[in-house]
């Protein structure tokens, strides 16, 4: 009779922890801003960065177009910043250039972030299913939430912007693309 309670126990026990886990993965944050479509799935097969072109400022923000993002699926762009970038990561740009990318996120949500793996270097991206995958070193995150999922760099995903979505317009800020600084130096 013991032995069939204490099996009992651990079963439940077992089952809350599977709970939690569970919880806690659905109730990670999301990234992505507005919601411009009711959901998105992305292929097995990598879906390849395509690149849209500089974004030049216009008064204090910078904008391109919602309907290129959605037919790219993984829209690059660059930006020339003001602010110089650091030595060595103007090295790899060729000069004081900040690269971007753009998505939609399985959730539906437009998801715009600076487009650097900074351990690596890589300013290269492809999307495999639900995961964003370094072209450089194959670390994972999640559409979603930009969590970490496997490789060397997990911690570093690419940086989300705030930006806003008007009509086919979205719109970021300079600020933070004038302000933003690598998380790892040289």
């Known amino acids: 009779m013991l032995k069939v309670a204490a099996a009992g126990l651990l079963v439940a026990i077992v089952a809350v922890a599977v709970a939690l886990v569970f919880q806690y ?34 008064g204090q923000a910078v904008s391109f177009s919602l309907a290129q993002v959605k037919t790219a699926s993984l829209a690059a762009f660059t930006y020339t910043r003001s602010t110089p970038l650091s030595a060595d990561f103007q090295a790899v740009m060729g000069g004081n250039v900040l690269p971007l990318i753009s998505y939609v996120a399985p959730s539906g949500r437009l998801v715009v972030a600076t487009s650097f793996c900074e351990p690596c270097r890589s300013y290269s991206f492809h999307i495999e299913g639900n995961e964003l995958v ?38 970021v800020a300079l600020g933070p693309l004038e302000a933003w600084q690598p998380r790892v130096s040289n």
Request: charged residues 20%.
């Open 25 to 58: 993965r659905e109730s990670s944050a999301q990234v992505g801003g507005d919601k411009v479509a009711e959901t998105v799935t992305y292929a097995k097969d990598p879906v390849e960065m395509v690149y849209l072109g500089e974004l030049k400022p216009s």
């Open 134 to 171: 370094c072209n450089t070193c194959f670390t994972r995150w999640s559409l979603d939430t930009l969590e970490g999922v496997s490789g060397g760099c997990q911690t570093f995903p690419p940086e989300e912007l705030v930006a806003t979505v008007s009509g086919d317009n979205v719109t």
